[in-house]
């Protein structure tokens, strides 16, 4: 089957670096997916990363994707009390053609502490 | 454009009503999905439509749950008769087709409590 999977809790202090996991099954993922949901919002696409990059970075986030052991990582660097939120890593699947469809992960929730 | 627009945002009704959420995807975007968010099971697709049409409702918990796409600019999914376990946010989200990367939009989703 087809399985996203992430912790679903992480606690760092504000000032600290956070390191969310998640793992994916899909081989054939072309992309991969970080989206941010704040309380009572929906899901916004944070970041993303093509299959065959090692590595993005955007500012305070670093992307690391494994692709050999199916391993997504973001890295938030100085972590701030605003990034308290779920994140989510999703896999692009295909769903027949050319075209795909996103299969999310369950979401870690992230606390930042003063 | 305003992004995905859902309605209600907030629904209680009492077990055994029907509900109907809705929404409507940003113009020109071809893909509609619809997902559920609980605690316990974190966010599962229902279903989704391509064009209008629906594509995949293997995601549709059972017979009570209903969707449609009558064009291109609205979409409902219905539950009749509501349960208690169907409380939960759900949301709605849009995209264009594309072979690279084609960002889903989110609505806000709608929070259902079924008492």
């Known amino acids: 089957g087809e399985d996203v999977e992430q912790s679903l809790f992480l606690s760092v202090r504000e000032g600290d670096s956070s390191v969310i996991n998640c793992t994916y099954t899909?081989?054939?993922?072309?992309?991969l997916y970080w989206y941010k949901q704040e309380p009572g919002a929906g899901l916004q696409l944070l970041t993303y990363?093509?299959?065959?990059?090692d590595m993005k970075q955007d500012q305070r986030l670093t992307v690391l994707l494994n692709k050999k052991d199916k391993h997504l990582s973001l890295r938030i660097a100085d972590t701030q009390t605003g990034d308290s939120a779920i994140y989510f890593c999703a896999e692009s699947m295909p769903i027949g053609g050319s075209a795909r469809q996103l299969t999310f992960g369950s979401g870690t929730q992230l606390t930042v502490l003063p | 454009d305003a992004g995905v627009i859902q309605s209600p945002r907030h629904e209680v009704t009492e077990m055994g009503q029907e509900v109907t959420l809705r929404c409507k995807p940003i113009?020109?975007?071809?893909?509609l999905f619809w997902y559920r968010q609980t605690m316990m099971r974190g966010l599962e697709l229902l279903i989704y439509?391509?064009?209008?049409?629906?594509?995949?409702d293997s995601g549709m918990p059972e017979d009570r749950f209903s969707a449609k796409m009558p064009n291109a600019s609205f979409s409902t999914l219905k539950i009749q008769p509501s349960e208690p376990r169907d409380s939960a946010v759900y949301f709605c989200?849009?995209?264009?087709f594309g072979a690279g990367v084609t960002e889903a939009f989110f609505g806000q989703g709608t929070r259902l409590t079924v008492v």
């Open positions: 439509f391509n064009n209008n049409v629906p594509i995949d």
């Open positions: 989200a849009s995209k264009i």
């Open positions: 990363i093509f299959s065959n990059m």
């Open positions: 899909d081989s054939s993922s072309t992309y």
């Open positions: 113009s020109g975007h071809d893909y």
